[in-house]
């Protein structure tokens, strides 16, 4: 089968076309990225890379996937680059332990000290890939790294001609931050376990390594909880807009958790509360202070809703369904949600968060909630999400001094619903616009007047989805965007550009018109077609 014929049938659609005329020029000049060139345009950018210049590996139907003799771990990282090698090149690409240094090998010794719990060294010679690193997590960056040097081809479902040309040289790389994420509404607008899963593929290429999927708001609740059914039945029956919503099975959620934890993932489950609770307080009478339930909402107004601070069934509530989250989640973080509690008072905001910090203990998380949360002085290991526009958050600063470390979503720079510019379709503004420049030019260390830069955990790329409904319009808000503040959470300053940013990004298209992400052109960024 001809490779357009693959892409045909998948349906690749724009990236049918691109492919086309990829291959027509490619055999007249080089068009798209030469084997040299891919090692620059590793996003997002590595610590440090050295070319060997005039040196390349050629990937072959006789080249098989070495991993760490006697680790499970790395296997897996194998079988998973296995995964991503397979359809295009045609190849067997056998995963066998072995140390050999040739052929692709994924080994736990040897690093370089410096690449620490999550980074990696990638050496590419005549003799093959090797990528050595401490822990799996390490390889798992390093074959993302090491897909990016392929051909953009090489992600395609479909088999295609190759060749497979990886470049000479040495990456030595490791993360910024612990904390890279990204953050999925799928309460505003359902989300099926395929379609998280594409995005937790796509978020994986560029080393994140946090969903936070925010599963309650107002407008639904996305995760079933037995002690309390009723929250999916009714509470999960709708979303804005009044379509019919849904929601995850404790089987299904428990699927996409392993899911992304194969991808060195690890998700952080939402449960947004006092406010955004008008799901759960339509589900259950017994929640709300009069005792009765409001309407199912599909508008997209926020700060309405609270759940009844004063009436002992909340917290029997809280306990349970934190009870539950925390039995489905292997992960260390519970987000408890905490923002806009417009309809909750200041001292009830407080007691409500003195007596849930305790429970999220008692099932033996560390709580996470929207920066508000700090107002009610919650431990230094809680982890507070700044979301705010300002970069005056003396709060933030305050918190830091007690000891907390920040997780920092600004919605000005890091919100991927705002809209690029005013004609932007999708997304809201209440930010302001937010074009590619904009959510890469900050500097996470330095944002928050008077916050020290060790006080910075990591960066977030908050999803929020009022107006998208499936992934071509996620992909649209998050594609340039995702990988740019990906970049701001894993590289070091020092190899913060913009121009060269912008072009590294415009290689990376490449690839998303094989992979079919439906990606915005921003006209800030210098596409190559
Ligand atoms: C604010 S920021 C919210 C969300 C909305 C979002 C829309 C924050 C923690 N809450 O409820 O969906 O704005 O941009």
């Known amino acids: 089968m001809l490779p357009q014929q693959g892409a045909r049938r998948r349906g690749l659609g724009r990236a049918l076309t691109a492919l086309v005329f990829a291959g027509a020029v490619a055999t007249a000049a080089p068009a798209h990225a030469t084997p040299e060139t891919s090692l620059q345009h590793i996003v997002p950018a590595p610590v440090a890379v050295t070319p060997r210049p005039g040196v390349s590996f050629t990937l072959g139907a006789d080249t098989k996937i070495h991993t760490q003799p006697g680790s499970v771990e790395a296997r897996q990282v194998g079988e998973y680059l296995a995964g991503v090698l397979r359809p295009s090149t045609g190849y067997r690409l056998p995963v066998v332990p072995g140390a050999s240094g040739r052929h692709i090998s994924l080994l736990l010794v040897g690093a370089d000290p410096a690449v620490g719990a999550e980074g990696y060294q990638l050496d590419v010679t005549g003799r093959g890939a090797v990528i050595r690193a401490r822990t799996a997590a390490g390889l798992f960056a390093g074959v993302q790294t090491f897909r990016q040097l392929l051909p953009a081809e090489v992600e395609a479902k479909t088999r295609q001609r190759g060749p497979w040309v990886v470049p000479g040289g ?292 908050p999803l929020w989805s009022e107006t998208i409904t499936n992934s071509a319009e996620l992909e649209f808000l998050a594609f340039p965007r995702l990988p740019a503040i990906a970049e701001l959470a894993w590289s070091p300053w020092s190899t913060h550009d913009w121009d060269r940013f912008k072009v590294r990004l415009a290689a990376q298209a490449d690839r998303w018109d094989v992979l079919g992400v439906n990606y915005y052109a921003s006209p800030q960024v210098p596409w190559r077609r």
């Open 170 to 461: 040495r990456v030595l790389d490791y993360p910024r931050y612990a904390h890279r994420g990204a953050m999925l509404d799928v309460a505003r607008h359902f989300f099926s376990v395929d379609e998280v899963k594409r995005y937790i593929d796509q978020i994986a290429l560029y080393k994140v390594n946090r969903l936070h999927l925010h599963l309650t708001d107002d407008q639904g609740w996305r995760l079933e909880i037995k002690s309390w059914p009723n929250l999916t039945a009714h509470g999960g029956s709708t979303e804005v807009g009044g379509g019919p919503g849904g929601y995850y099975t404790q089987e299904q959620y428990r699927d996409l958790v392993a899911y992304a934890a194969a991808r060195h993932i690890t998700v952080i489950p939402e449960i947004d509360m006092p406010g955004h609770t008008n799901a759960a307080l339509s589900s259950y009478p017994e929640l709300n202070c009069d005792g009765v339930a409001p309407p199912l909402y599909t508008g997209i107004d926020v700060g309405f809703s609270s759940l009844c601070i004063a009436k002992d069934i909340t917290y029997e509530f809280v306990d349970d369904v934190l009870r539950e989250v925390a039995a489905l989640t292997p992960g260390e973080y519970l987000h408890i949600g905490g923002d806009e509690a417009h309809a909750t008072t200041d001292p009830d905001f407080d007691l409500f968060i003195d007596k849930v910090l305790p429970l999220v203990e008692k099932h033996g998380k560390t709580a996470t909630g929207w920066h508000e949360f700090v107002k009610a002085g919650p431990p230094a290991s809680a982890v507070p999400q700044f979301w705010g526009t300002k970069t005056v958050a003396p709060d933030m600063v305050a918190a830091a001094a007690r000891g907390s470390r920040i997780v920092l979503s600004p919605a000005t720079k890091a919100y991927l619903d705002m809209k690029y510019d005013a004609n932007t379709k999708l997304g809201l503004s209440w930010a302001g616009y937010t074009d590619v420049q904009d959510a890469y030019d900050w500097n996470p260390g330095a944002y928050i007047e008077g916050l020290p830069a060790d006080a910075v955990r990591g960066v977030e790329a």
